[in-house]
Nanobody
Framework: QVQVVESGGGLVQPGGSLRLSCTMS????????MGWYRQAPGKERENVAG???????NYADSVKGRFTISRDNAVNTVYLQMNSLKPEDTAVYYC?????????WGKGTLVTVSD
């Protein structure tokens, strides 16, 4: 059974940092493309960061220079380091694993950036 579990969300002040983690089980993690998405209240889900087929990272313009995606295949985990957080980063953050034969989503972790 495939499980995708995000963690690390919470309340942080503007300018602060958080690191999100997404751990997967039940699949061959290293063969999946991994990405982070977010959905703010009243808005559509949007891509935040991910890895290209060549293995390099790409980012939404709104988070470039502030967020960093990384993965550790040894522990089946992808991370999202978020620095210089802004109130507009407030959203539920989701992890997505995709491959030619399937897509898996986690249930999300809430990030709130507020005073």
């Amino acid at each position: 059974q495939v499980q995708v579990v995000e963690s690390g969300g919470g309340l942080v002040q503007p300018g602060g940092s958080l690191r999100l983690s997404c751990t997967m089980s039940g699949i061959a993690f290293s063969s999946y493309f991994m990405g982070w998405y977010r959905q703010a209240p009243g808005k559509e889900r949007e891509n935040v960061a991910g890895f290209t087929r060549g293995g390099s990272a790409n980012y939404a313009d709104s988070v470039k220079g502030r967020f960093t995606i990384s993965r550790d295949n040894a522990v089946n985990t992808v991370y999202l380091q978020m620095n210089s957080l802004k109130p507009e980063d407030t959203a539920v953050y989701y992890c997505k694993a995709s491959r030619w034969d399937g897509i898996y989503w986690g249930k999300g972790t809430l990030v709130t950036v507020s005073d």
